[in-house]
């Protein structure tokens, strides 16, 4: 019926050295808004802050690790984050990163395509152990 979902997350391994993950979200038919008709919804995780940042067009930021784990949607221009593996995904308007490389060497962001990028950000509660 829908293509599957799946979002990116950026992560520190062990050695501290960062990485890019997909991951799947798994989605469940409910009545979520009666009296709408039932639709698919995925787990809902809590979150502890949500805020809005703006970034000039020319803007880059070596390599350091995210400040808390947080989820980060552009919602103008596109920004280009560099694992420190030396992979990289580009993040464009509409589209999400989940930021969890929180330790170890981080990661290298940059503006892409001369346009300020404005984000919202959610942070999120520290991950737990697996």
Do not use: C
Request: no cysteine; hydrophobic share 40%; charged share 20%.
């Amino acid at each position: 019926m829908f293509p599957p979902l799946a979002y990116t997350r950026l992560y520190a391994d062990s050695a501290g050295e960062s990485h890019f993950e997909p991951v799947p979200i798994e989605t469940y038919t409910r009545l979520f808004a009666p009296p709408a008709p039932p639709f698919n919804v995925s787990e809902f995780v809590p979150a502890s802050g949500v805020g809005f940042v703006r970034v000039p067009g020319d803007w880059i930021g070596d390599l350091h690790p995210s400040p808390f784990r947080m989820w980060v949607f552009v919602l103008s221009g596109e920004i280009e984050f560099e694992a420190s593996d030396g992979q990289r995904a580009s993040v464009r308007t509409g589209s999400g990163l989940l930021l969890e490389d929180v330790s170890g060497k981080g990661h290298v962001s940059r503006v892409i395509g001369g346009a300020a990028a404005t984000l919202a950000v959610v942070e999120l509660a520290p991950a737990q152990r697996r």
